[in-house]
């Protein structure tokens, strides 16, 4: 399958602060990817380095093949979202417009029309006077018009309600549905990804901890509860993700590919929301654990 | 048309409950050969989800011979699934009401009837399994 984004050992850094740092993921296209991870993982970062509004001070970044800072021809297949859905707020609906169709070449005037129309916005309204729905309604507008191979969104539905998030997203999927694009989607709301994303990547302190379809890491990660046990007696194709212990029980969870067998463990499902909690909750490896600063 | 829901807490990844949705409806007679399913696009629209969910839930009933797709069209049902075992219910059910009297002389509370029987079904489902 070809690769809507690859990095390698991709780094930006900021004076002395590292906002990403050796960060290696390979990202397929033809899918809908979800992005989770702690504040200050570098998910903004990432995601900017990949649209081609951050320059790597570090490694390499492609995406659809190519350098995203390279030429204009390269940054016309892939929109950008960014955090917060930002529009301009003296520009009108109709502005807005405008001003699309006149930045990208392969702008889509009808789809753009049509969206506004079904979502029922003035065309003569300022978009600062919009609800936060409704702007970023317009932003994916925007997004979807310039008819991008890739569409990437930081936390686009952060700030919404939860009917204004549905409606988001409902417009987004649709498109996905219409148009084949791929999609990079980070969000705090593993519920909203479970529905919407078939591929999933846990990113912690610049590292990829887990990546793949949802339904394989649903399927292959399990929580098992038992009498307490060692670590060092598990099998040795069992991937620990995360694991607690009592005097008298153990609860894991674990990566496996294989059945478990093991009659001392009970086994039990894990919903997304376990999986990536227990990733996020897995310590850094010491050289990548962020250095707390003392304020003076 | 029937229209599809998601249950979060059901525990079913999304693209079974839309399998299983069709299933019932098809048990149920709410759809009967020659009637269309939603399309892709109305799915996805409606419910916020996955378009890949969608197609491979309707990849999955064709693959049981329940619906084929026709280019362009759209996806029709091609098999009512009138329910044979339907006879078999009562006789069933007698015999679970037996074993639940027998489960209470027994003891046992509602929880832990429960947690036997689930435990018993998942067992024998993994063996028919393996």
């Keep these: ?296 | 048309m029937i229209e599809f829901y998601l249950d979060g807490r059901s525990g079913l990844s999304p693209y079974m409950q839309l399998v299983q949705q069709v299933r019932h409806a098809l048990r149920l007679g709410l759809l009967r050969e020659g009637d269309q399913l939603p399309t892709v696009k109305d799915v996805v629209a409606r419910l916020a989800i996955n378009p890949n969910t969608v197609l491979k839930a309707y990849r999955e009933l064709e693959h049981e011979g329940l619906v084929a797709a026709r280019p362009g069209v759209g996806t029709f049902v091609t098999r009512t699934l009138t329910d044979a075992s339907l006879a078999a219910h009562g006789r069933l059910r007698q015999d679970l009401r037996r074993w639940l009297a027998k489960a209470r002389l027994a003891g046992l509370d509602d929880e832990s009837i429960e947690a036997l029987f689930m435990t018993t079904f998942r067992t024998a489902s993994q063996e028919d399994i393996a």
């Excluded at chain 1, 069992?238 to 478990?260: C, E, F, G, K, N």
Aim: charged letters at 25%; a neutral charge.
């Design chain 1, 1 to 296: 399958m070809s690769a809507a984004l690859h990095a390698r050992d991709l780094g930006k850094r900021y004076g002395r602060r590292w906002a990403l740092r050796d960060c290696t993921v390979d990202i397929p296209a033809g899918h809908v990817v979800g992005l989770v991870g702690p504040n200050g993982a570098g998910k903004t970062t990432l995601l900017k380095l990949a649209a081609g509004q951050l320059t790597p001070t570090s490694g390499t970044i492609t995406v659809l093949g190519g350098r995203p800072t390279g030429e204009p021809a390269q940054l016309a297949r892939i929109g950008f979202v960014a955090q917060d859905t930002p529009v301009y707020a003296g520009l009108s609906v109709a502005d807005h417009l405008r001003l699309g169709a006149r930045l990208n070449p392969g702008w889509d005037a009808a789809l753009a029309r049509d969206r506004v129309e079904r979502l029922g916005l003035d065309p003569r309204h300022r978009a600062g006077k919009l609800s936060g729905g409704q702007r970023a309604q317009l932003a994916l507008t925007l997004g979807l018009a310039k008819r991008p191979e890739l569409l990437i969104l930081d936390e686009p539905v952060a700030a919404l309600d939860p009917l204004a998030r549905r409606e988001f997203l409902q417009g987004l999927m649709e498109a996905v549905a219409e148009h084949e694009l791929s999609v990079v989607l980070s969000s705090h709301l593993v519920s909203d990804l479970e529905r919407t994303c078939d591929y999933l990547i846990v990113l912690v302190g610049s590292r990829v901890r887990a990546a793949g379809e949802v339904e394989d890491l649903l399927a292959t990660h399990h929580r098992l509860t038992g009498p307490r046990r060692s670590p060092d007696r598990l099998p040795g194709d069992w991937q620990v993700v995360s694991a607690r212990h009592t005097d008298r029980q153990s609860t894991l969870i674990v990566r496996t590919d294989a059945p478990i067998h093991d009659p001392a463990w009970s086994v039990s499902q894990v919903t997304l929301e376990d999986l990536v909690l227990a990733y996020m909750d897995e310590p850094a490896p010491a050289h990548l654990r962020p250095v707390l600063e003392v304020k003076r």
